[in-house]
């Protein structure tokens, strides 16, 4: 997690004013865009400082009061929902993955693959 992040994090004040809480989304944002660079260079500690930097500005932004939220701060909202969906893919993707490539060097199927029947289902006649 870059130090400002940290900063905010650590902060044990409650999130009151707009300008905090966009200061916070902020650096969540960034830390998404850390995350997705990450995931992109398969960096596994940087994906692991990531996961502690989003750990930590969650815990900050549930201390903001509803009054604090103003239409930037709902903007910038969705933006860190998207790039977050996103990044929840592209981990699944390299799951996925990864399963693939151990099932092939193993000869094994995934364990929680259903098998659908081979035979085809005629029409009564």
């Known amino acids: 997690m870059n130090p400002?992040?940290?900063?905010?994090?650590?902060?044990a004040q409650p999130i009151?004013?707009?300008?905090?809480?966009?200061?916070?989304?902020?650096?969540?944002?960034?830390?998404?865009?850390d995350e997705r660079h990450a995931l992109a260079g398969l960096?596994?500690?940087?994906?692991?400082?990531c996961a502690v930097g989003k750990n930590a500005l969650c815990g900050r932004l549930d201390t903001?009061?509803?009054e604090a939220i103003d239409e930037e701060c709902r903007g910038l909202l969705e933006a860190a929902r998207r790039v977050n969906e996103a990044n929840r893919r592209v981990r699944n993707l390299i799951a996925a993955n990864v399963a693939a490539r151990l099932d092939a060097l193993t000869g094994q199927p995934a364990l929680y693959?259903?098998?659908a029947p081979t035979g085809r289902i005629g029409r009564a006649r």
């Not at 960096?43 to 400082?49: E, K, P, T, Y």
């Open 4 to 11: 400002s992040a940290q900063a905010i994090a650590e902060t």
């Open 113 to 115: 693959r259903a098998h």
């Open 64 to 66: 903001t009061v509803p």
């Open 43 to 49: 960096d596994v500690d940087a994906i692991m400082g």
């Open 16 to 33: 009151r004013r707009s300008i905090d809480l966009r200061n916070t989304l902020r650096q969540m944002l960034a830390v998404l865009e």
